[in-house]
């Protein structure tokens, strides 16, 4: 994922106009790659004057604001846009759309994604280091949970599995692509997650990434997972 992203900042560099110096360079390898991400982001901090309670947590924003620079390189790779990173960079999807177009049921969504996070970090061993750190996962727990409602809402057909999330589940996009290999993907699971990625999510009008919801899910050994309000999906 690391070479994916710097070929996007090799052609973003063409046409740089950021909101931060040095925003996009192309890196010679993933260290350089790494370090200037680290710099970078440092400076973003002082720009926006960003600071975190907790190492646990300003580790866990990091990631999100990694993710966030990829994203960047690649929309101007693309010629989406000419801008750079700005103050929402190390948010996750769920904090920055708060609000916006809410559905109704959102907060009961909310607490049992809440349950449902309980029972799967005790199901997957996972422990943070600080509430900072937790709370951050749990906010792409949460976004990752909606993918994989979705891929359930096209499965829900009669005599078809159901999906849970995996150990993936705590994961920015770029740490699940990181992680994930082609020989851990189930196919059919990878075809019912390309049928659900042209569908737009109703709540924010976003798209899903297909290569993370093939690797974010896996099959329910139990049945009774109802899609949407879903109670056991991390067993």
């Known amino acids: 994922?690391?070479?994916?992203?710097?070929?996007a900042l090799a052609a973003a560099a063409a046409a740089l106009l950021v909101s931060l110096p040095m925003l996009l360079v192309l890196p010679p390898d993933a260290d350089t790659y790494e370090q200037e991400s680290r710099r970078i982001f440092v400076e973003w901090k002082a720009r926006y004057k960003k600071t975190y309670k907790h190492a646990g947590e300003e580790e866990c924003?990091?990631?999100?604001?990694?993710?966030?620079?990829?994203?960047?390189?690649?929309?101007?790779?693309d010629g989406v846009t000419t801008s750079g990173l700005n103050g929402l960079s190390a948010l996750a999807n769920e904090e920055i759309y708060?609000?916006?177009?809410?559905?109704?049921?959102?907060?009961?969504?909310?607490?049992?994604?809440?349950?449902?996070?309980?029972?799967?970090?005790?199901?997957?061993?996972?422990t943070y280091r600080d509430v900072g750190e937790e709370e951050c996962r749990y906010r792409l727990f949460k976004g990752n949970r909606r993918v994989v409602v979705r891929l359930n809402a096209v499965a829900a057909t009669p005599g078809q599995n159901v999906y849970g999330i995996n150990q993936f589940g705590d994961l920015t996009n770029e740490e699940v692509r990181?992680?994930?290999y082609p020989e851990m993907v189930d196919q059919e699971l990878s075809a019912r997650c390309q049928a659900a990625a042209p569908d737009p999510d109703p709540d924010h009008g976003r798209r899903i990434w297909y290569q993370v919801c093939r690797c974010i899910a896996t099959e329910v050994e139990s049945g009774g997972a109802v899609p949407g309000a879903e109670a056991h999906m991390w067993i």
């Open 1 to 7: 994922m690391v070479r994916g992203c710097a070929v």
């Open 98 to 126: 708060r609000g916006y177009r809410v559905r109704k049921g959102e907060e009961s969504y909310e607490q049992e994604t809440r349950r449902m996070f309980v029972g799967w970090k005790a199901k997957y061993g996972k």
């Open 178 to 180: 990181e992680r994930c």
């Open 61 to 77: 924003r990091y990631a999100f604001f990694k993710e966030s620079r990829c994203r960047v390189a690649w929309a101007r790779a």
